[in-house]
């Protein structure tokens, strides 16, 4: 990864997260983190005890769990808001559960340095109809 990412870089990365999460592969998106990154969600909270995550092992395990409790889950991309110079990426997207049908609007604020991610925190709205 280069130091500092462009935008193209980061348009980049949103279309791989919204590929990787669509396989299934908790590898795939954990690569972007820095090892010691924090991550922070509501919907973590039933998995690991808190909303905070912190390093690159503990997010693979929540994400492993909370894959195994959502099969079929799907991400449809909205919108990929680069900011450059702050190095940081908004992705807004639709989660869909083909268990249950739901839909629901969310957003993951994602900061990098030196080219890895080292805070994300998820965001989840409306139901999309």
Not at 2 to 30: K, M
Not at 73 to 98: K, M, N, R, T, W
Not at 114 to 121: K, P, T, V, Y
Request: charged fraction near 20%; charge should be negative.
């Amino acid at each position: 990864m280069p130091d500092r990412l462009t935008h193209a870089d980061l348009q980049s990365h949103a279309d791989h997260w919204i590929a990787a999460w669509n396989r299934g592969d908790v590898e795939a998106v954990v690569s972007a983190f820095s090892d010691d990154a924090v991550f922070i969600s509501a919907v973590a909270e039933p998995y690991v005890g808190t909303s905070r995550i912190q390093g690159k092992a503990a997010l693979r395990d929540y994400w492993v769990a909370a894959l195994a409790d959502r099969p079929g889950l799907h991400f449809e991309l909205v919108a990929a808001i680069c900011d450059e110079p702050g190095q940081q990426l908004v992705v807004h997207y639709i989660a869909s559960a083909s268990a249950n049908g739901k839909r629901t609007f969310a957003c993951e604020i994602m900061r990098f340095e030196n080219g890895r991610q080292i805070h994300g925190e998820a965001l989840y709205g409306a139901p999309a109809l």
